[in-house]
């Protein structure tokens, strides 16, 4: 069973570089018909895509983060990145990892989240 | 960016109800179109996908409905377990997007 984990830094200080790490176990993200996907969520508030890589490395981000996100995957470590440069507060959020799936590119499963505050 | 209304953003119920919740897209999006379950402090967990496939392992008392901008998920009778938030969410153009969220509360 596929399951995914989160990892990274809690505190960033505004306008630097957001890195986290998304790491694979009971699957591989070099195989299958996927896409490996980042989403966050404010406190209280909704779910935004942040982005996405398949399994041959193409990528799709949502336009409104685009000038300022990476996704890569590390297929050694079987695990794949968020880099979001340029942070300010309205960043802060849970920030999840995903695997869309299939031909209609559902998300399951999800990680449990991890929270990132931008704050000096 | 295709933009999902969700409705009702709260609603209150209690034990044996059966609810629904609708999801409204700006275009069409065909079935492209998920439901999740999210309950505080934990990541969403799939439901229902392509309109109204229940994913395995979840209760046979979901089930939704819809195609191309109109959608519903419908809980037959509701159980303790099932008081969460809900989302929908399309994945036909990118970049995806999601409802605003259906808090399911206890009444």
């Known amino acids: 069973q596929v399951q995914l984990q989160e990892s990274g830094p809690g505190l960033v200080k505004p306008s630097q570089t957001l890195s986290l790490t998304c790491t694979v176990s009971g699957g591989f993200v070099s195989s299958g018909a996927y896409y490996w996907t980042w989403i966050r969520q404010p406190a209280g508030k909704g779910l935004e895509w942040i982005g996405r890589i398949s399994t041959s490395g193409t990528t799709n981000y949502n336009p409104s983060l685009k000038s300022r996100v990476t996704i890569s995957a590390d297929t050694s470590k079987n695990q794949f990145s968020l880099k979001l440069s340029s942070v300010t507060a309205a960043d802060t959020a849970v920030y999840y990892c995903a695997r869309a799936v299939g031909q209609q590119l559902m998300s399951a499963p999800w990680g449990q989240g991890t929270l990132v505050t931008v704050s000096s | 960016d295709i933009q999902m209304t969700q409705s009702p953003s709260s609603l209150s119920a209690s034990v044996g109800d059966r609810v629904s919740i609708t999801c409204r897209a700006s275009?069409?999006?065909?079935?492209?179109l998920h439901w999740y379950q999210q309950r505080p402090g934990k990541g969403p967990k799939l439901l229902i996908y392509?309109?109204?496939n229940l994913l395995s392992g979840v209760p046979s008392r979901f089930s939704g409905s819809g195609s191309g901008t109109d959608f519903t998920l419908t809980i037959s009778s509701l159980q303790p377990e099932d008081f969460a938030t809900y989302y929908c969410?399309?994945?036909?153009?990118?970049?995806?997007?999601f409802g605003q969220g259906t808090k399911l509360e206890i009444k």
């Open positions: 275009q069409s999006i065909s079935i492209y």
């Open positions: 392509a309109a109204s």
């Open positions: 969410h399309q994945s036909y153009s990118a970049p995806d997007t």
